[in-house]
């Protein structure tokens, strides 16, 4: 029977890797708060991660021809979107404050939950490789 690392570690680096993209935008948006003219983005964490998982309805890429390239499967990233403003500002700047704090908090914890999950996986795939 053979061994997949990817089918063993799951979905937890895809997951990673959305989530430091969803980083990364937050952090912009906090930054850019008073940057006349600034529309916040943001990614759909839950669609993302539903695609990249299988999931989420989208097809497979398949290839037709030898000639055609692979498909990329080492990195993820999902489409980015703007955030609809609540109250945008007179300025045309669209970045509520306060929510990308809260959003920027709960995607930290949810980064150190995948990465408490995944060094999980990986200390249990050791220790049945070692016998222990």
């Known amino acids: 029977m053979p061994f997949s690392i990817d089918q063993a570690l799951g979905s937890f680096p895809q997951a990673l890797q959305l989530e430091a993209q969803r980083a990364e935008l937050l952090a912009s948006n906090i930054a850019n708060a008073d940057t006349p003219g600034y529309k916040a983005r943001d990614i759909d964490f839950k669609a993302a991660l539903a695609s990249v998982s299988g999931h989420g309805g989208n097809l497979a890429l398949v290839r037709t021809s030898p000639q055609h390239m692979e498909p990329a499967s080492g990195s993820v990233s999902a489409p980015v ?14 970045v509520n404050l306060q929510y990308n704090q809260a959003a920027f908090g709960e995607n930290a914890l949810r980064y150190q939950a995948t990465l408490a999950f995944l060094t999980g996986r990986i200390t249990g795939l050791k220790n049945a490789i070692m016998g222990t």
């Not at 979107?81 to 669209?94: A, E, F, K, R, W």
Request: negative net charge; charged residues 5%; proline residues 14%.
């Open 81 to 94: 979107l703007y955030q609809v403003p609540l109250q945008p500002s007179l300025d045309g700047n669209t």
